[in-house]
Each structure stands twice: as structure tokens, then as C-alpha cells.
């Protein structure tokens, strides 16, 4: 699925809402909280880069490769900041940034709406599984790991979910879960033992590489505060 550059804009825009409506009046426990996909941020500090990639992307700050660096920059500058100025700041960058990406593209929706996910997982308030967005994502991270699959000279690998499926039907090893968590398992958002749980033909360990998307796969299985379930 790819979506219009107009339709991209609205996503972001919608998920944008979504993230604030979670954590606008959280308690600072909640805050505090640790993110499990993100284990060396709290809830504060996903907000925070999430706010700064746009205010980065806006002021012509964007490095290539999104590193460590610079998005822990984007953490340290706003950490004495509570969640209200981080709204704040956002609100302030919402109709320069829709603008920014009707001109030059819409990159900033899929950090957004991945994050927002990583945000459910962490303070366990699932949604937002089946949004055009997310469909999207799935359908472009899926490329990639099929891209790797086959720079490492694998066999292709089917995905099969509900109602989306990618690879061939002979597939030497297939994967079959819900949509959504295909598409979290497609950023590097599920773990080893989830991938092989799911693993209902063939062998998927020469795989789990492929899988790396984003970076090394979760320790621990993310659920991103739903119940994980095949099909």
C-alpha cells in the first residue's frame, strides 16, 4: 500500500493527536516509565525525540542515517522540559511541518507512527493497529526484508496474516500471525522467540538477520500492549 503524499500529511497529523491524547495528563509515574522497545528511553524521553525529529527536520537538522547521536541529542536538549512544553512545542511545529512535507515529502509520518506504538507498549493502552499508515509501513519494511533475504542468498520467506501475505506460496519457511504484528515484526519490533513462535513451516533462525531492520531484535516479546495472536 502506498499512500499520497495528502493522505501521508493526515496520517501524521492523526497520529500526532493520538500520541498527545496518551500521555497529556499521565502521572509522572507513567512518565518515568521505561519503553520496552526503546529500553533506554523513558515515556518522556520517546516524546521528546519524537518532537525533535520534527523541530530537527524542520530547522534543516536531519542526518541521513536518523544515528544515535542525534536523536539522543534531541532527548538531552528537552530533558528538564515536563510532557506539557513537549505539547506544547509540538503544536508549534504541527502546520510548518504539514507544510514542510507537502514540499519535500513525507519521511517524518512513519517515525510518528511507529513511536506511537512503541508509547502503547509501554504504558499498555493498545490501538491504532489497522491505519493506512501502519499499512504502509508494513508494506515498505516488509521490502526491506525480503531485500535481505536475498542479499543473503535465503530462499524467499512468506508472511502470512489475516488479510495481507507476502512471499510465495511454496516458501520454504512461513511466518503466520496477525497483520499488525507482522508489521511490528517487519520494524524490528518483535523478538526471536516471537518470530519462531509464529514459524508454522520451515526453519526461520537463518532468517532472524533479515529481521533487523531497524536494529538488533527485541530481548524480551513486545506486545505493544495487545495480545499477540496468530492469524
Known amino acids: ?54 523541530a530537527d527536520v524542520l530547522s534543516g537538522d536531519e542526518a541521513d542515517d536518523h544515528n544515535s547521536g542525534w536523536t539522543q541529542a534531541q532527548v538531552d536538549a528537552r530533558a528538564g522540559r515536563g510532557i506539557g512544553a513537549l505539547i506544547e512545542e509540538w503544536h508549534g ?17 512513519g517515525d510518528v507512527v511507529m513511536h506511537e506504538q512503541d508509547l502503547r507498549g509501554a504504558l499498555g493502552t493498545p490501538g491504532a493497529h489497522d491505519t493506512p499508515a501502519m499499512a504502509q509501513l508494513r508494506d515498505r519494511f516488509a521490502a ?32 503466520t500471525a496477525s497483520d499488525f504484528d507482522l508489521a511490528r515484526a517487519v520494524q524490528s519490533r518483535r523478538s526471536a522467540d ?20 531497524l536494529g538488533p531484535l527485541p530481548a524480551r516479546p513486545l506486545s505493544d500492549g495487545a495480545t499477540s495472536s496468530p492469524g
Do not use: K, N
Open 1 to 54: 500500500m502506498e499512500l499520497s503524499d495528502a493522505a501521508a500529511i493526515e496520517e501524521w497529523t492523526q497520529a500526532q493527536a493520538r500520541v498527545i491524547a496518551l500521555v497529556a495528563d499521565l502521572p509522572a509515574a507513567d512518565v518515568a516509565r521505561r519503553v520496552p522497545a526503546c529500553p533506554d528511553w523513558t515515556v518522556h524521553d520517546l516524546v521528546a525525540h519524537v518532537v525533535g525529529v520534527d
Open 144 to 175: 526491506r526484508v525480503a531485500d535481505a533475504v536475498a542479499e543473503a542468498g535465503l530462499p524467499p520467506i512468506a508472511l502470512v496474516g489475516s488479510t495481507w501475505r507476502t512471499g510465495p506460496e511454496d516458501a520454504e519457511v512461513v511466518l
Open 93 to 109: 511545529l504541527t502546520e510548518p511541518l504539514r507544510a514542510w512535507m507537502a514540499e519535500h515529502g513525507t519521511r517524518p509520518m
Open 194 to 213: 516471537q518470530l519462531r513462535a509464529w514459524t508454522t513451516r520451515g526453519d526461520v533462525g537463518r532468517y532472524l538477520a533479515c529481521f533487523e531492520t
